[in-house]
């Protein structure tokens, strides 16, 4: 099957607007500005079933029905903040098939009757954003971004902003917070973005990869969309493979694929044919699965990864083999953790230093069990108490790889086994 | 000399971004431009871009101290930026850190003795198929250098130097 996302791998030169113009490039946002209404636009998204695909997995149309009515000016801003260990889907598409974003950016625009749209990148794709830039020109000299577009008398302008390192402006409250040139630290909610958001107006915040996909919805219609994927988890999605495959790398799939076949059909296998022993499904922030043949066989999509006792999240598939200590893997978590938390809330400030403390001492073969049991203790004592998710997720690695690896937590010397 | 009578292009174009009552979120863009002047981020700097946007001098020292990409010490001309998080360290990034160091007799977070480039490990890049791997940044920006090996990261720095330090 072609590609719908990473769409660059079959069509070569996807990243010229003349190219994306000749495969059907930005006549889908035209048709939507000349024959749609922006409501009719929502309820075709709506209708399509597309889902968040920075991780929350929330329902795209519904989060744009959230604008309140008659409150102007509005905002979309896209969310091209991927820091997340374990994924780079979304570096693929800005570098690979620009312009499908960039449409993607222009038609969520519209649907929500913004004029002005912001695309977020994080500061280490300089070269990307770069890229941007220069697409966004050319958008504005071949008359698809402007004033009056289509003879309509809609108009439309996309900026970039760029970050500088800081995995937390991916929370979409920090990233406003961040466009308004403050501290990226998480807002308290309510009042939630689309009521409140940039520069204090309703906003809407969408994925890259989400954003990416509507081009194609509306050219082929919900029930297209709708036949590909799951009835849970509807269309595709762009599967970060990473950790101890053959292969790695990112593969666009539908939803409802099992474990089994991603990791082995497409990453090729282990590497050197080891037992596969755990995996991450979402990045550095997920629960630890136990790979059994049960999780293997089960399908990627948002319902059937919960059944594990996990998320599928943004779907960044760290591959985990049994050369490698669950302890150790948990030490590189807390510490990304660690080194990101914000400072703002005290769960996840003081939560995050005291299991680095913890763990580098349990890492360093100095820990008693009493101290393997404290950690968990402080992970489970963060849960449900943190500003935002950044809290939370610093705590999933760490509670389920002491529940469910106990045999890598074991008193032992120093050295945790690893690559 | 200050940032809008250096790059008035630049500047305007960055403003010009954001509603005028809300000309504070230029600071980050107006930062990364004083970067590029000096090579870090000096104090004149910081008094010459709080008073373009009426911000206090301490509401921009904070901004330099919370985002790592802002410098505020010199450093090497090239930061080379490891990544050393979970699935690159997998694919062997501390191994290639410590050897890495070890060649050019350094420890991690230190500059070699031409002080051309600081070796630094950093959190997670969006590179995770392509480890090991790292960030070179300099003033004027960033690249990606992946699917390295100790000896090719070898080779880069022998060209950097011979080029006298350029960088496209």
């Known amino acids: 099957m072609d590609h719908i996302l990473l769409r660059h791998r079959e069509i070569k030169d996807i990243k010229r607007l003349d190219v994306y113009r000749k495969n059907g490039g930005f006549q889908a946002f035209q048709k939507a500005v000349t024959k749609m209404g922006p409501a009719e636009v929502t309820e075709l998204v709506k209708a399509s079933g597309l889902r968040g695909r920075g991780g929350a997995g929330f329902p795209t149309g519904v989060k744009w029905s959230f604008i309140p009515a008659g409150v102007y000016p509005r905002y979309v801003v896209a969310n091209a903040d991927e820091s997340e260990p374990g994924t780079f889907k979304d570096r693929e598409i800005l570098e690979g098939n620009p312009y499908q974003f960039l449409e993607g950016v222009a038609i969520a625009c519209y649907a929500v009757e913004a004029h002005v ?113 799951t009835g849970d988890s509807p269309g595709v999605k762009i599967f ?76 960044s598939v760290i591959v985990i083999d049994d050369t490698v200590s669950i302890r150790w893997v948990i030490s590189k978590t807390i510490h990304f953790f660690k080194h990101e938390s914000c400072g703002k809330c005290t769960p996840c400030r003081e939560g995050t230093y005291w299991m680095m403390h913890l763990i580098d001492r349990i890492e360093h073969g100095e820990a008693t069990q009493e101290n393997v049991e404290l950690l968990h203790t402080v992970a489970k004592q963060m849960q449900n108490k943190c500003l935002c998710a950044l809290g939370e997720f610093a705590t999933m690695a760490p509670a389920t790889g002491i529940e469910r690896f106990p045999i890598d937590f074991k008193a032992s010397p120093a050295g945790g086994t690893h690559a | 000399m200050s940032l809008a009578d250096k790059y008035p292009q630049e500047v305007k174009k960055i403003l010009a971004k954001y509603p005028p009552e809300y000309k504070r979120s230029a600071v980050m863009p107006l930062l990364y431009l004083a970067q590029r002047q000096d090579g870090y981020i000096t104090k004149a700097s910081v008094q010459d871009i709080a008073g373009m946007l009426d911000m206090t001098t301490t509401d921009v020292v904070s901004i330099v101290g919370f985002y790592t990409l802002f410098h505020d010490q010199r450093a090497g001309k090239y930061r080379m930026q490891v990544c ?85």
């Not at chain 1, 998480?186 to 009521?195: L, Q």
């Not at chain 2, 007799?105 to 790292?134: Q, S, W």
């Open chain 1, 117 to 229: 749209g912001y695309v977020y990148l994080r500061g280490e794709f300089w070269h990307l954003a770069l890229e941007i830039d220069a697409c966004i020109a050319e958008l504005e000299q071949a008359g698809l971004l402007g004033d009056a577009l289509f003879g309509t008398d809609y108009s439309l302008r996309i900026h970039t902003h760029v970050g500088a390192g800081a995995y937390i402006c991916g929370e979409e409250s920090a990233l406003l917070e961040s466009i308004e040139g403050k501290l990226g630290q998480p807002r308290i909610r309510p009042p939630f973005p689309a009521t409140s958001g940039l520069f204090d107006k309703p906003t809407v915040i969408n994925n890259v990869e989400t954003l990416t996909n509507l081009p194609l919805i509306l050219e082929k219609g919900a029930d297209w969309y709708r036949s590909m994927g």
């Open chain 2, 84 to 168: 050393t998080d979970l699935p690159c360290a997998m694919r062997g990034a501390d191994r290639f850190l410590e050897e890495l160091c070890s060649h050019l007799g350094i420890k991690v977070g230190e500059t070699t003795p031409d002080g051309l480039v600081t070796v630094e490990a950093v959190m997670c890049l969006a590179a995770c198929d392509r480890a090991p791997m790292f960030q070179l940044q300099t003033a004027e920006g960033l690249e990606y250098h992946e699917n390295m090996s100790v000896d090719k990261t070898l080779e880069l720095i022998a060209t950097l130097k011979k080029s006298g330090g350029e960088v496209k």
């Open chain 1, 240 to 315: 970060s493979l990473s950790g101890r495959v053959k292969k790695p790398g990112n593969y666009e799939l539908p939803f409802g694929l099992t474990f089994r076949q991603l990791i082995f059909e497409y990453g090729g296998g282990i590497l050197d044919d080891r037992p596969v022993k755990a995996i991450m499904a979402a990045g550095a922030s997920s629960s630890l699965i136990v790979a059994d043949d049960k999780a293997l066989d089960t399908k990627l999509d948002y319902a059937s990864v919960r059944t594990l006792g996990a998320d599928l999240g943004s779907a």
